[in-house]
């Protein structure tokens, strides 16, 4: 070999030896930044757990009630109706002055009552109306506990640092003890949560309206959005002509995924209630202006299923006879059905965490009451996280999170549904 040859080869050498080695670094380099962001995400997720796994349990105070007949019903009556009226917080306190006698002051007897929730009272207003005949016995009741008292249990009230410092005075600290030694107080799982609606109490508050409310909205935004969709992507995908008609509607599909969905709010708020008088903070108007957002989204991953049908199928189909409104029904569209499904599954999980164009709409009011039907009103989950995130109680934190990771859980059944359906029915050409 003469010697520029050689030269030659010496340089292909060094310069594959230099490029090797940037690729090595590219891969580190990528390597590192995934590592990061798992990182990041890992510290998100476990803040959100720690932070909200405590308000999966509840604390529970241990009264003895004295129904007093002459605080209830003084007449000897028995009405219902008239019993809805009692003051039953009076039988509240006189437990809780029973328990601790030496307590007179008017300041400290405040903090006294304050160990146990005010739902109290409409625990015991609830057990008078379903069984009268308590009326005049005495009976063991457990109730919640107040906030500070479930905060200090939970171990989010720090003990040790000066009475100044922490919301719990001392003497609420040598009750609650008195009650610890007395079996009086325990935690046990906090099936209200999930079964009560939205309350200015932290150990009241609950996510079932939030629940159904998301529930009833994104069973509408799929009644509209799917059939809609499904049916405009076949139509452009198919049947249209290519001309600068549906040239100009694909490009204002492409562009409308990309739209801020508070800008659907506002076309909501100006079009559906203002214009077309749809109820306010309903399911129903949610799930309109929902629709409107992820029809882009639909239409796009239906067409690209469409267009992941070999032509053969379509070829083969006319060939034989048929027509083609059959040819699509029969043959392409149960084949591209499992792409659709991914789509319109993807799509129902970006609706279901949308706060922004819920907020134009008047889904952010406080409802107490679980909505019943589409017309009542109602508000979602991502709205409920962002009305107790603004609440200063230290109660309402561990709620948020706990909301946030139910929320979390449901995207990811949702976003692992779609997987799943995509592997299973999805098929190679």
């Known amino acids: 070999m003469n010697k520029p040859a050689q030269r030659t080869m010496d340089i292909v050498q060094a310069s594959l030896a230099k490029r090797y080695a940037r690729e090595r670094r590219f891969r580190r380099l990528g390597l590192f930044a995934v590592c990061m962001g798992l990182l990041f995400v890992s510290i998100l997720f476990l803040d959100i757990f720690f932070k909200g796994y405590t308000a999966f349990e509840q604390t529970y105070v241990r009264l003895q009630i004295d129904y007093d007949e002459s605080v209830i019903d003084p007449k000897g009556e028995r009405i219902a109706d008239e019993m809805a009226f009692v003051d039953f917080s009076a039988l509240v306190k006189a437990s809780l002055r029973?328990?601790?006698?030496?307590?007179s002051e008017r300041k400290m007897k405040r903090d006294l009552y304050r160990l146990v929730s005010p739902s109290a009272s409409q625990v015991l207003r609830q057990r008078v109306q379903e069984n009268p005949d308590v009326i005049g016995s005495r009976e063991t009741l457990w109730v919640l506990a107040g906030d500070d008292v479930d905060m200090l249990q939970k171990g989010h009230i720090?003990?040790?640092?000066?009475e100044s410092e922490r919301r719990v005075k001392d003497h609420t600290l040598a009750w609650v003890d008195r009650l610890?030694?007395?079996?009086?107080?325990?935690?046990?799982?906090?099936?209200?949560?999930?079964?009560?609606?939205?309350?200015?109490?932290?150990?009241?508050?609950?996510?079932?309206?939030?629940?159904?409310?998301?529930?009833?909205?994104?069973?509408?935004t799929?009644?509209?959005?799917?059939?809609?969709?499904?049916?405009?992507?076949?139509?452009l995908e198919e049947f249209a002509p290519r001309n600068r008609l549906t040239d100009l509607i694909e490009v204002n599909i492409n562009n409308l995924a990309a739209v801020p969905s508070i800008i659907f709010g506002l076309l909501g708020?100006?079009?559906?209630?203002?214009?077309?008088?749809?109820?306010r903070s309903t399911p129903l108007i949610g799930a309109l202006v929902l629709t409107?957002?992820?029809?882009?989204?639909?239409?796009?991953?239906?067409?690209?299923?469409?267009?992941?049908?070999?032509?053969?199928i379509r070829e083969g189909a006319l060939g034989v006879g048929a027509s083609p409104l059959q040819t699509q029904f029969h043959h392409v569209l149960p084949l591209a059905m499992p792409g659709m499904l991914t789509g319109t599954i993807i799509g129902m999980a970006q609706a279901l965490g949308e706060?922004?164009?819920?907020?134009?709409?008047?889904?952010?009011a406080f409802i107490v009451d679980i909505p019943q039907g589409?017309?009542?009103?109602?508000?979602?989950?991502?709205?409920?996280?962002?009305l107790w995130a603004d609440s200063p109680e230290r109660g309402f934190v561990e709620r948020t999170s706990a909301a946030i990771m139910v929320l979390l859980a449901f995207l990811i059944a949702m976003n692992l549904t779609a997987i799943l359906l995509r592997k299973r029915f999805e098929r190679r050409w």
Request: glycine share 8%; aromatic share 10%; proline share 9%.
């Open 98 to 103: 029973e328990m601790y006698p030496e307590v």
């Open 158 to 162: 720090d003990r040790n640092v000066p």
């Open 180 to 220: 610890e030694a007395q079996g009086a107080i325990e935690k046990r799982f906090n099936s209200g949560f999930f079964l009560n609606g939205d309350s200015r109490q932290p150990e009241q508050a609950g996510i079932a309206g939030a629940l159904m409310g998301s529930f009833y909205t994104l069973m509408l």
């Open 222 to 235: 799929l009644l509209f959005s799917f059939p809609i969709g499904v049916g405009s992507a076949i139509y």
């Open 269 to 279: 708020l100006a079009m559906f209630i203002n214009f077309f008088g749809v109820p």
């Open 292 to 312: 409107l957002m992820t029809l882009p989204t639909i239409i796009i991953a239906s067409r690209s299923a469409l267009k992941s049908v070999p032509p053969s």
């Open 355 to 364: 706060t922004a164009p819920l907020l134009m709409i008047g889904m952010i």
């Open 374 to 386: 589409i017309t009542d009103p109602a508000t979602v989950l991502p709205v409920q996280i962002f």
